[in-house]
C-alpha cells in the first residue's frame, strides 16, 4: 500500500518533462521487448525443418521461413500461393483448408533437383469470423516414403524368390505321384529336381536370416588381426575345383605381411562371395585376390584422423556390370539378369551380405566394373600393425 501511495504522489507531482522521459522510456523497453520476440520467433522460423509458409486472406505469402525457399525458391514474399508451386494437390489442399476454414492435411511431390516429397498440414487463421489468412506447414517424408517402398518390394521379392521354387517342388510331387513314381527313369530326375528346389529354398532362407541377424545387431564378430593372405588361401582352394571346371585361372596378389583388423571367419564369408561372383560371372581368364596395407591419410575429416587400413579386392575378366545397375548392387536381390542369376542357383542376397559385413566391420565397398571387359570388387578393413 506504501508503495502504491508513493508512487501516485510522485507521479502526481512529477514534472511533465520527467513524466515524457519516463513514457519513452517505457516504450524503449517494450519495443526492445517486441523486437526481441520477432528476433526469437524469426531464429526458430529459420532453425524448423519445416517449411513454414504465412499468407494474407487473399492468399499473398507474407511469411516464409529458409526451408520454404529451399523447398520452392527464393523471394516468395508478396507472391500468391498458385505462383510459388504449380502442383494441383497443394492447391486442392488450400482451397479446402479456406472454404471448410478448419486443418486440412495431405501430401505432395515437388521436383527440385530430385522428387521431394512432402507432408502439407494447412491451417486457416481465423479470428471470431474474420479471416485472416493461413499458416501452411510443409514436412519432408521423402525417406520415410523410400523405406516404405523397400518395405513393399522387399515382402514382394521375398514371396516371389519362394514362390519360384515352391512350384517347381509341388508340380514334380504331384507328377511322382500321379504315377511318374513308376518310371524309374524319370522318377529319379524328379527326385533330383525337387531335391534342387528344395537346397535353393534352404539358401534363401539361410540368407535371409544371416542378413537379418547381422541388421539386428545378433551376428558377433570377433575382431582380431589376421592374416589376409592365409584367408585368401582356404578361399581359393575351396574354390579351385569351380574355376577350373570353367577353365578359369584364380590368382594370388597379396603384399607380404597384410594383416586386417578382422573377423576371419567373415573376411572368409565376404571373399568367397566375391571369387564365387567373379567364377560365375567370367566365362574365360581370371578371378584375382589382391590386398596391400595403405598408409594413414593425410587429411583430417570429421571423423578425425584415419588409421592405416587394407584394402583388398577381387578382379575379374567377366562379363562385366552396365554403369547403370553399379549403384543399385548390394541391394537386396538386385541383379543385372535375374533369370541367369538364378540358373547358376544364385539367391541375389550375396552382395548385400558382403554389404553389411564390410560395414559392420569398419569397412567401405566400392564397385568399379567395365561392361563386357571385367568387373573390381574392393573393400577395405582397418590395418592391424606389426
Ligand atoms: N563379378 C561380377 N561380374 C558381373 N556381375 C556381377 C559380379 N558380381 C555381382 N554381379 C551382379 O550382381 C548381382 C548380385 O550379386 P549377388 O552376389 O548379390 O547375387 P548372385 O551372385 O546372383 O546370387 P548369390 O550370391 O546369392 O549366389 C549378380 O546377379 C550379378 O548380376
Ligand atoms: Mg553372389
Same mark, same amino acid.
Given at each position: 500500500m506504501k508503495n502504491i501511495l508513493s508512487d501516485l504522489f510522485l507521479s502526481t507531482t512529477k514534472e511533465p518533462d520527467s513524466e515524457l522521459s519516463r513514457l519513452s522510456s517505457e516504450l524503449r523497453v517494450t519495443l526492445e521487448k517486441l523486437k526481441d520476440e520477432k528476433e526469437q520467433r524469426e531464429a526458430i522460423l529459420a532453425s524448423m525443418e519445416e517449411g513454414v509458409i504465412v499468407t494474407d486472406p487473399k492468399g499473398n505469402v507474407t511469411m516464409a521461413n529458409r526451408k520454404a525457399e529451399e523447398l520452392f525458391g527464393k523471394e516468395l514474399l508478396e507472391k500468391r500461393v498458385v505462383e510459388i508451386s504449380r502442383n494441383p494437390e497443394l492447391h486442392r489442399i488450400i482451397e479446402e483448408g479456406s472454404k471448410k476454414g478448419e486443418t486440412v492435411t495431405g501430401e505432395i511431390t515437388i521436383a527440385v533437383h530430385h522428387p521431394i516429397s512432402l507432408s502439407v498440414t494447412m491451417t486457416p487463421l481465423i479470428r471470431n469470423t474474420e479471416k485472416l489468412g493461413s499458416v501452411i506447414v510443409f514436412h519432408e517424408i521423402t525417406l520415410l516414403k523410400k523405406l516404405e517402398t523397400m518395405r513393399i518390394d522387399f515382402v514382394a521379392n521375398v514371396s516371389h524368390e519362394l514362390k519360384t521354387p515352391l512350384t517347381a517342388i509341388k508340380g514334380f510331387a504331384e507328377t511322382l505321384k500321379e504315377g511318374a513314381i513308376n518310371d524309374k527313369e524319370n522318377a529319379a530326375r524328379f527326385v533330383d529336381i525337387i531335391k534342387e528346389n528344395? !537346397?535353393? *529354398? $534352404?539358401? *534363401?532362407? @539361410? !540368407?535371409?536370416?544371416? *542378413? $537379418?541377424?547381422? @541388421?539386428?545387431g545378433k551376428v558377433s564378430f570377433e575382431i582380431r588381426p589376421v592374416e589376409v593372405e592365409e584367408v585368401a588361401r582356404t578361399v581359393i582352394s575351396t574354390l579351385e575345383p569351380k574355376a577350373k571346371a570353367k577353365g578359369l585361372s584364380l590368382e594370388l596378389d597379396i603384399e607380404k605381411g597384410v594383416r586386417a583388423l578382422s573377423d576371419k571367419d567373415r573376411l572368409a564369408q565376404i571373399l568367397l562371395n566375391l571369387v564365387d561372383n567373379g567364377i560365375k560371372f567370367t566365362e574365360k581368364g581370371s578371378v584375382k585376390i589382391q590386398a596391400q596395407t595403405t598408409p594413414p591419410l593425410p587429411f583430417v575429416g570429421k571423423e578425425g584422423v584415419q588409421g592405416a587400413f587394407v584394402q583388398i579386392s577381387v578382379t575379374d575378366t567377366g562379363t562385366g556390370i552396365?554403369?547403370? !545397375?553399379?549403384?543399385?548392387l548390394g541391394e537386396r536381390f538386385y541383379r543385372v539378369d535375374p533369370a541367369r542369376s538364378r540358373e547358376l542357383g544364385g539367391t541375389g542376397l550375396g552382395l548385400a551380405i558382403v554389404k553389411h559385413l564390410v560395414v559392420s566391420m569398419n569397412g567401405k565397398l566400392s564397385i568399379e566394373s567395365e561392361y563386357g571387359k571385367g568387373t573390381r570388387i574392393s573393400f577395405t578393413m582397418p590395418a592391424a600393425g606389426n
Open positions: 528344395a !537346397d535353393r *529354398l $534352404s539358401r *534363401l532362407v @539361410e !540368407d535371409l536370416l544371416t *542378413l $537379418s541377424n547381422i @541388421e539386428l552396365p554403369p547403370k !545397375d553399379i549403384p543399385r
